[in-house]
């Protein structure tokens, strides 16, 4: 006995009794993974001319000063320009209250530049704050 495969024409109908096959799935190529792209650090000249020199508060409270906003929505545009960077804020006190207060006082100032720099357009998960009191003063201790 011999066994011969023909292919039938297009134009004949096929039997009934047997199923088409099924198409075999098309494999595609794997897509590529998206790597976490690191951030990176613009040309200084370009960096130091968007950074606040001072960010400014009224005293013993967490409202930024109208003067210390047009410097801050500067860094804000800056950084909305670069996302892939990461800007941690630092804020400090003096030490005319005592440790708790100071340390809260400068959560809530960071807090706040934060809160002002994410209205400006800056992605809230590349800005981390910090608040140091009076532990770390900018400007070293106040003698008395």
């Given at each position: 006995?011999?066994i011969?495969?023909?292919?039938?024409?297009?134009?004949?109908?096929?039997?009934?009794?047997?199923?088409?096959?099924?198409?075999?799935?098309?494999?595609?190529d794997?897509?590529?993974?998206?790597?976490?792209?690191?951030?990176t650090?613009?040309?200084?000249?370009?960096?130091?001319?968007?950074?606040?020199?001072?960010?400014?508060?009224?005293?013993?409270?967490y409202?930024?000063?109208?003067?210390?906003?047009?410097?801050?929505?500067?860094?804000?545009?800056?950084?909305?320009?670069?996302?892939?960077?990461?800007?941690?804020?630092?804020?400090?006190?003096d030490v005319t209250?005592?440790?708790?207060?100071?340390?809260?006082?400068?959560?809530?100032?960071?807090?706040?530049?934060?809160?002002?720099?994410?209205?400006?357009?800056?992605?809230?998960?590349?800005?981390?704050?910090?608040?140091?009191?009076?532990?770390?003063?900018?400007?070293?201790?106040?003698?008395?």
């Open positions: 006995m011999a011969s495969i023909v292919e039938k024409p297009a134009s004949e109908p096929k039997p009934d009794l047997i199923p088409d096959p099924k198409p075999e799935p098309k494999i595609e794997p897509k590529p993974v998206n790597k976490p792209i690191p951030p650090i613009p040309p200084a000249n370009t960096l130091e001319k968007s950074l606040p020199k001072d960010v400014l508060f009224k005293p013993v409270d409202e930024i000063l109208k003067k210390s906003l047009p410097q801050l929505a500067k860094l804000g545009a800056f950084v909305a320009r670069n996302p892939r960077l990461l800007l941690e804020i630092h804020e400090h006190t209250a005592d440790a708790e207060t100071n340390l809260q006082l400068s959560k809530d100032r960071a807090a706040e530049v934060v809160t002002y720099l994410t209205a400006k357009g800056v992605n809230s998960s590349s800005i981390t704050a910090k608040g140091f009191g009076a532990s770390k003063p900018k400007y070293g201790q106040v003698k008395n």
